[in-house]
């Protein structure tokens, strides 16, 4: 569609311009002063440049929950993307079914993640939940609480249940945007469905792929609440993400300095993924338009 | 009331600073509006995403500085300022 | 379709569902048969966990507080995005990418950088404890989904509906509450709908902008470890309960959640 050049679109975004800056910019700016800066109390605070982002530029404890973010979130990425896409390749096209499909998928979605969190604590625990017992009856000896490699499975599987709905649901709505004259084609031209999977289907997907992508790599980033309710973090460091050392850091110990500074690089991380994957987007979308 | 902010004098010439840009970048887009072209860049660009692009990776310019070694900070900043400024003309 | 697509899909809902038959099953169990041993189904089936909690108003006020903030955020939401992504989507402005792309960061921050300057700055404006705090607060990331969704949808409706109004004398409010609004009912709903789901689930920024009035539910629950240990059913029973709101809203707008998903854009 063209627009229409016109400034005076500014006032009909200024409202939500002000609201947005209000609750973002303010406390992105106090997070700034705080980087730069000792602070004991409200009144008294030092100023010591860069000296923070030294500190945690080289800090092993900070590198190490950096590392097990990236491999969380990528974990993450490699199994959801798949099964999303599977789920939605399997599920019914119209009527109830699917009806009832869209809404058993999206059951996961909408549960405060606290409560995620506090029901793979309790389906995981082998005296009173139900996964934790099965696999302890077929003899595999599972406890996520003391064993490092089974509280990161649980923590990934919960992700994996907890967030695969979306990529599914992304997806579904993407395969129902393809018209029905390309499945007709395919079905003269004898296809395969792998082939019409690899070449009709697949290319279509891609722009809500992207998205997918996106919500769940910046999603998983910033994950929090479920592994905190799991987990607690342990055993030892095992589980404690990016969020939750940052949280410590300036909840816990009052390091609110050190903190801010890892903020701010943390989110210039984000920034510069976003922006990859926003212009990425956007150029698919033109892509699209013009041809 | 604004107290908790905990404003320092560089923080706050460093938002002036971008604010500044801001202002400027808005009264020559006013003026004279850009006009999307390709330059070094792989992707075409208008004036705001080239200083966009040069003000994110100034900041990692700054980080790699600081996290690798013990230069004074005054040099990432020179090198950046250059950096955005060729990136705005020829990117 | 093969009956082995079916399998599958069966199977993966029974992944899905498993985990909360579960939470529902230990809600309706006394603490003796919780811990007891493992039972698939309720063996003294009891209500007792739901009337803790509904006769309890230090339980049910948290649902009362969830539900008021969630509310006041979705109505804050629609207003000023409504007009900001018909902005978006009908104009060209100076910086209109650019601001495009700089809420989309917002959504992406993570709240917990942001958890100090945030209680300090809605404690400084007298906010703090109120649930137009919380709602605040969630708009931060409501706010640009909400404006991405509205975009997309926006973009599906033709032009020459807006020129055609204008040509026929509508001013521009009258024109957009009357005419433009309704032809995109399913966005808003949708929009609505995503925005509960952001402020309903989120924890971390409600419990710290919240202490005693406008505490969340989801805050109360973490609350339930007493002297004898945690409380378990009662748990599981605020835990389904947090789920019933989420089935409620989805059965509204089930119809229109295929496009949704995809925010309005294939």
């Avoid at chain 1, 969380?72 to 019914?92: C, N, Q």
């Avoid at chain 1, 589980?239 to 110990?253: D, E, H, N, P, V």
Wanted: charge should be neutral; proline fraction near 4%.
């Amino acid at each position: 569609m063209n627009k229409v050049q016109n400034n005076r679109a500014w006032w009909l975004v200024l409202p939500m311009f002000v609201l947005v800056a209000f609750s973002a910019i303010i406390p992105l700016m106090t997070v700034v002063n705080y980087s730069v800066q000792d602070i004991f109390d409200q009144n008294t605070a030092y100023f010591v440049g860069i000296e923070w982002y030294q500190e945690v530029l080289r800090d092993t404890r900070l590198h190490d929950s950096l590392l097990r973010q990236f491999t969380f979130s990528f974990s993450v990425l490699l199994i959801e993307i798949p099964l999303g896409i599977a789920v939605a390749l399997t599920m019914p096209k119209k009527g109830w079914q699917s009806s009832l499909c869209l809404i058993l998928l999206a059951l996961p979605l909408l549960i405060p993640w606290n409560v995620v969190g506090t029901i793979w604590q309790i389906f995981g625990r082998a005296d009173i939940g139900l996964f934790g017992w099965a696999l302890n009856a077929i003899g595999v000896d599972y406890n996520y609480t003391a064993n490092t490699v089974d509280a990161w499975l649980t923590v990934l599987l919960m992700d994996v249940w907890h967030w695969t709905p979306l990529v599914a649901l992304l997806c579904y709505s993407g395969l129902r945007a393809i018209p029905d004259a390309y499945y007709q084609a395919a079905q003269i031209d004898r296809a395969s469905s792998w082939a019409i999977f690899r070449h009709i289907q697949l290319p279509r997907l891609k722009s809500v792929l992207v998205l997918a992508v996106l919500l769940r790599f910046m999603d998983s980033f910033m994950i929090y609440t479920e592994p905190f309710v799991l987990t607690g973090g342990g055993p030892g460091n095992a589980t404690t993400f990016l969020s939750q050392t940052l949280t410590q850091m300036a909840i816990g110990q009052f390091d609110l300095g050190p903190a801010a500074a890892f903020s701010l690089v943390y989110f210039l991380i984000v920034l510069l993924v976003s922006w990859l994957f926003f212009t990425t987007i956007s150029h698919m979308e033109k892509d699209k338009s013009d041809g | 009331m604004m107290n908790w902010m905990a404003w320092t004098i560089p923080t706050a010439s460093f938002f002036v600073g971008i604010g500044l840009i801001l202002i400027v970048m808005t009264i020559a887009e006013l003026k004279r509006p850009t006009i999307e072209r390709k330059g070094l860049l792989p992707i075409a660009t208008t004036r705001g995403d080239r200083l966009f692009i040069g003000l994110l990776s100034s900041a990692f310019i700054h980080l790699a500085v600081i996290g690798s070694s013990d230069t004074d900070i005054w040099w990432a900043f020179g090198i950046s300022v250059i950096w955005v400024l060729s990136l705005l003309r020829w990117g | 379709m093969g009956k082995r697509k079916v399998t599958g899909l069966v199977v993966y809902l029974v992944f899905v569902l498993l985990p909360i038959y579960w939470l529902l099953n230990m809600s309706f169990k006394t603490n003796e048969e919780i811990l007891g041993g493992l039972t698939f189904w309720p063996q003294h089936f009891t209500f007792d966990n739901y009337i803790t909690i509904f006769t309890d108003a230090s339980w049910y006020m948290g649902y009362v507080n969830s539900v008021t903030y969630v509310v006041i955020n979705m109505v804050i939401t629609l207003l000023v995005a409504l007009p900001a992504a018909y902005a978006f989507s009908r104009y060209k402005f100076v910086g209109d990418k650019h601001l495009f792309f700089w809420l989309l960061t917002n959504r992406m921050a993570p709240p917990a950088v942001f958890l100090l300057p945030f209680f300090q700055l809605y404690s400084s404006i007298g906010l703090f404890d109120t649930h137009l705090a919380v709602a605040l607060a969630h708009c931060l990331f409501s706010i640009p989904l909400a404006v991405w969704i509205l975009e997309g949808f926006m973009s599906g409706v033709p032009r020459e509906i807006d020129e055609t109004a204008y040509i026929d004398g509508y001013s521009f409010g009258h024109f957009f509450v009357r005419i433009f609004i309704p032809m995109i009912r399913s966005g808003i709903g949708v929009t609505a709908f995503f925005s509960f789901m952001f402020s309903w689930v989120e924890l971390l920024l409600a419990r710290t902008l919240t202490s005693v009035d406008a505490k969340p539910i989801s805050a109360i629950m973490t609350r339930t470890v007493g002297a004898a240990g945690i409380d378990w059913g009662v748990l599981a029973a605020a835990g389904v309960l947090t789920i019933v709101p989420g089935v409620l809203v989805i059965w509204f707008v089930r119809n229109h959640v295929a496009k949704g998903f995809a925010l309005g854009r294939v």
